[in-house]
């Protein structure tokens, strides 16, 4: 599902990653950890067309977004990838069932077709009856819910979550975790997850560890 060749990426002097490789399936839950700095999110966002590496290919879905004008990787981004964020980034004036429409919408979605897929999802997450709310109305896990939510209203192929579980309470976030699973269960999608969480990152079905911009190699057994 994705493949990285040789990413390597600068910020002035600073050399955040130095040549990166990997490739993860289709259906796979991928965690991302390392120690601050270590390049974890330039290549989540760099996976996720946020931004581009100065060498190397990302390929999603046998795309190669490399080298997409932005016309044509914004179209490929809200069609294809699914973002969630550690402090959800929802729009306060506006509700849980329409902050879910949103990526619909600009995808070119009819209301009536946005409003389905969004209560399908509110359904799944447990959450038909906030549907109404607006996000200072919601708890903290209710508001990533409703960002995961929105994240997968276009069918993506991939959800890339940074931090996704940081600014929850212990028992928000193994919903949240369970989530993933749930989702990854019913839909096939494949989830990327760059976390400092432990607990997550051991129940993933890889763990990929970054250590000054390089993928630290595991260990033999």
């Known amino acids: 599902m994705i493949e990285i060749k040789n990413i390597k990426k600068s910020f002035g002097e600073l050399q955040v990653l130095k040549g990166i490789d990997l490739s993860i399936g289709k259906g796979e839950i991928v965690s991302i950890v390392g120690p601050s700095g270590a390049g974890k999110t330039t290549l989540l966002q760099i996976i996720g067309t946020l931004d581009k590496p100065d060498e190397g290919n990302v390929m999603i879905d046998g795309v190669d977004v490399s080298h997409m004008n932005k016309k044509k990787l914004s179209d490929f981004r809200n069609k294809h990838i699914g973002f969630v964020f550690q402090f959800h980034q929802l729009l306060p004036e506006f509700t849980a069932l329409e902050n879910i429409m949103i990526p619909a919408f600009i995808a070119g979605a009819s209301h009536s077709e946005a409003k389905k897929r969004a209560e399908e999802l509110l359904a799944f997450m447990g959450l038909q009856e906030r549907a109404g709310h607006k996000p200072n109305e919601l708890s903290g896990g209710e508001k990533q819910r409703v960002a995961v939510a929105r994240a997968l209203v276009n069918n993506p192929n991939v959800i890339l979550a ?21 989702l990854r269960d019913k ?7 760059v976390t400092h969480d432990e607990t997550l990152a051991a129940i993933t079905d890889r763990t990929i560890h970054l250590r000054d911009g390089e993928v630290v190699p595991e260990e033999k057994e």
């Not at 839909?187 to 997850?193: L, P, Y």
């Open 162 to 182: 940074d931090e996704p579980s940081g600014s929850l309470d212990s028992k928000n976030k193994a919903e949240l975790h369970q989530l993933f699973f749930d």
């Open 187 to 193: 839909f096939g999608q494949t989830f990327v997850i």
